[in-house]
């Protein structure tokens, strides 16, 4: 299946000297939930920014439902909505105004029953003739999807759509969010809830320093890069490893009540079976035992990490 | 062409105006009127025709224009700096709208405010002082031609500005002297003739003859050059536009 959107060789240099993006390479599936995740500035926003048209590429191509987003820059920002990460609204405005408005601003023409659709999947409804200014912080995020949803685009991008909403409408968004991929609408979403994107998401692309780190299904890279760590709660704390179990990379842990092993779990042989024969010819008894797999956040952090 | 974008500014900007009837039409008339009829009515009836036409008569295209440069320029520098001064510009960049509609819409809109309050300043003056209008095509034509082109000028203005400050510089501090010294008030003939040809060098007083000619046959510099002016000034900011737009300065990082 041809790839919705396709970022070849994307660069950008602000006039500061700031380089934003360095040669990024990227393909976005259609009808998935990619979710872009990187440190603050690490280019995710401009990155966004240059595929919607908002900031100029230094370098580089960038094609959306198969238009360039140069050359053919109607076409393509028709296919996208767009959710900023910032509260941006005007104020004065009411809410169906203002979502009638994008519709009309993406080359549609009006449909009075669709924006009610919009705004009821919303529930924003009931709020349709209500000033913007008098919306909660979390409607006035739901009217920026409601904005961007106006004109039925096949590409959403939400930039940190859960900043500042409270759970339960965060619950309600993300269910929002699976509707609307079910609906075939591809969903680019950022944010510094790494468990959301956990949650989410079915891609996962690390961005950092303007460069991609990491690209690949969820379930792969928690598989690839995650690691596993069996814990073990022993019947007496010990002061220090026997010589035999420090060889097998243990460590000591909570004042030397627990042993940790971490191990790959890819590997043909976790190890764990030979570790367990170790401990019982060198005395070592243990009560209990844990294992606890990296989430998403420990790899992000890891990778982020290693390239700073 | 995107018509759908254009008549979503366009309706979008003039319900702007319906919210702020006050602020937006109510005031220029009746800051207008008060011209009216202190100079009309009041101090008028004590200051000698010129050129056949009763003072307070002459003074009211040169008024018309006053209100309808200032409301042009402001109109349009204010719809389109609130876009970006409140973040929500991000939208029009990323939308399937071309400059070209961009600019139709905010400054279509901002000029048709401005032609409707030039024709309620108007029908304000007739109430005030006798008025008679010898070519109401031109009259028209002019009024359009002019807010127009001042519309595009403002358009500029919002996207240059960086602050309201800046936004209410050439309005305020522009466009009022030039007007006020653009023979609104007098015809430029009452002038040394030095003074009149530095005159020339203000192009509102192109404007101000013109329209002046549309109602009463009178003009201080011909109106064809008052036209090939104003023709000018409208090029002159397409240009500027079209830059803006090919280059995003102030819009696009």
């Known amino acids: ?308 | 062409m995107n018509l759908h974008a254009i008549r979503a500014i366009y309706l979008y900007e003039m319900a702007r105006t319906g919210r702020t009837l006050l602020q937006s039409v109510v005031a220029p008339v009746v800051t207008t009127s008060l011209y009216f009829i202190v100079f009309g009515a009041a101090i008028g009836t004590r200051i000698a025709e010129i050129e056949g036409v009763v003072y307070g008569a002459f003074i009211v295209p040169g008024l018309i224009m006053l209100m309808l440069l200032t409301q042009s320029v402001s109109n349009a520098s204010f719809g389109i700096f609130m876009p970006r001064f409140t973040g929500t510009f991000y939208e029009i960049l990323s939308a399937p709208v071309s400059a070209f509609e961009i600019v139709v819409g905010y400054v279509g809109a901002a000029a048709t405010k401005s032609v409707i309050l030039g024709l309620i300043i108007l029908a304000t003056a007739g109430l005030f002082v006798p008025l008679r209008i010898a070519h109401p095509g031109w009259m028209l034509g002019l009024l359009v031609l002019t807010a127009v082109t001042f519309s595009l000028l403002g358009f500029i203005i919002g996207i240059w500005a960086e602050g309201f400050e800046q936004l209410q510089f050439v309005p305020l501090l522009v466009i009022t002297p030039l007007t006020f010294l653009g023979g609104t008030f007098y015809s430029i003939d009452v002038l040394p003739p030095a003074w009149q040809t530095v005159t020339l060098f203000n192009p509102v007083v192109y404007l101000v003859s013109a329209f002046r000619w549309s109602f009463y046959g009178i003009a201080d510099v011909q109106v064809g050059a008052s036209l090939a002016v104003t023709l000018a000034f409208l090029a002159a900011g397409l240009a500027a536009a079209w830059w803006i737009f090919r280059t995003g300065y102030r819009l696009k990082a």
């Not at chain 1, 339960?168 to 609307?180: D, K, P, T, Y």
């Not at chain 1, 019982?280 to 990778?303: A, H, P, W, Y």
């Open chain 1, 1 to 308: 299946m041809h790839p919705i959107i396709s970022i070849s060789k994307l660069s950008k240099t602000y006039a500061t000297g700031q380089q934003a993006l360095r040669n990024v390479d990227l393909e976005i599936r259609r009808g998935e939930i990619f979710g872009l995740l990187g440190p603050n500035g690490a280019g995710k926003t401009t990155l966004i920014g240059a595929v919607c048209g908002i900031v100029r590429p230094s370098a580089g191509s960038v094609s959306v439902g198969g238009h360039d987003i140069v050359r053919e820059w109607r076409a393509a920002r028709t296919l996208i909505g767009l959710v900023p990460q910032e509260l941006t609204n005007n104020a004065f405005d009411s809410v169906l105004g203002t979502v009638r408005f994008s519709r009309g601003l993406f080359g549609k023409p009006p449909d009075p029953a669709r924006l009610q659709q919009v705004l009821e999947e919303l529930s924003l409804w009931e709020r349709r003739d209500s000033r913007v200014m008098t919306l909660s912080g979390g409607m006035k995020r739901r009217m920026l999807i409601a904005k961007a949803l106006a004109h039925d685009p096949q590409v959403l991008f939400l930039d940190e759509p859960t900043a500042g909403v409270d759970v339960e409408l965060r619950q309600g968004m993300w269910q929002a969010v699976r509707r609307l991929r079910e609906a075939g609408v591809t969903i680019i979403l950022t944010t510094h809830y790494i468990e959301e994107a956990e949650l989410v998401a079915d891609r996962i692309g690390v961005i950092n320093h303007g460069e991609i780190v990491v690209v690949d299904d969820k379930a792969a890279l928690m598989q690839r890069l995650g690691r596993k760590q069996l814990t073990l709660e022993l019947q007496a704390p010990l002061d220090a490893l026997p010589p035999a179990l420090a060889a097998r990379g243990l460590a000591l842990a909570a004042g030397g009540r627990e042993l940790v092993y971490s191990y790959d779990a890819q590997a043909e042989a976790s190890g764990i079976a030979d570790l367990l024969g170790e401990l019982e010819q060198t005395g070592v008894g243990f009560r209990d035992l844990r294992t606890t797999q990296s989430s998403l956040e420990d790899i992000f952090v890891d990778l982020v990490r290693q390239r700073r």
